[in-house]
């Protein structure tokens, strides 16, 4: 009787352990409305034109090598989809609970902190926009290799390489509307 039992119930039994599986991205084509990825399954088992999900406003386009989890539909492994792609060679470590942050291979990061946003590059930073506004309620400094300001409420202090900051002259600069 068992035998029996087990013999219906195996292939709903061998769907249900396919439906998740660990993947490992080989290629990547980001032309389309939806990403389409290769991904290595399991020992041998190679899918193409897998869809590749991602959240709305966040894309990437992952390296080889990186990590995700696919999902089949019905348990069908020829209905694939990957739900989620990681890459511990990159992810950014140490945040503190709360944190996000966004990040690439170059080093590059925006990174919400619980202290206030850090956005770093070893590249080019460009702004683009119609207006740009900038407003500082206690203070705004800026240092390009050494020379700098200081702009707070009680003047402007100036420095250049080692010097010691010294006020250059006060002043009371309009509110941005």
């Excluded at 991205?25 to 899918?47: H, P, T, Y």
């Excluded at 770093?120 to 290799?145: Q, W």
Aim: include cysteine; charged fraction near 25%.
């Amino acid at each position: 009787m068992i035998a029996v039992i087990n013999k219906v119930i195996d292939p709903l039994r061998r769907r249900v352990r396919l439906m998740i599986s660990r993947a490992v991205l080989s290629a990547i084509s980001d032309g389309a409305g939806i990403q389409m990825v290769q991904v290595k399954l399991l020992d041998g088992e190679v899918r193409d034109g897998v869809e590749r999900f991602q959240n709305y406003g966040q894309t990437s386009v992952p390296h080889a090598g990186a990590e995700g989890v696919m999902a089949c539909v019905s348990g069908n492994r020829d209905h694939g989809i990957v739900i989620v792609m990681d890459d511990r060679r990159y992810r950014l470590k140490g945040l503190e609970s709360g944190e996000v942050a966004m990040y690439d291979d170059l080093g590059q990061v925006v990174h919400l902190k619980r202290s206030g946003i850090l956005v770093e590059t070893p590249l080019d930073f460009e702004v683009r926009a119609k207006n740009i506004k900038l407003h500082a309620d206690d203070s705004f400094k800026f240092d390009v290799n050494g020379h700098g300001q200081k702009w707070d409420a009680t003047g402007v202090e100036t420095w250049q390489d080692d010097d010691v900051p010294k006020p250059h002259h006060n002043h009371a600069p309009p509110e941005i509307p």
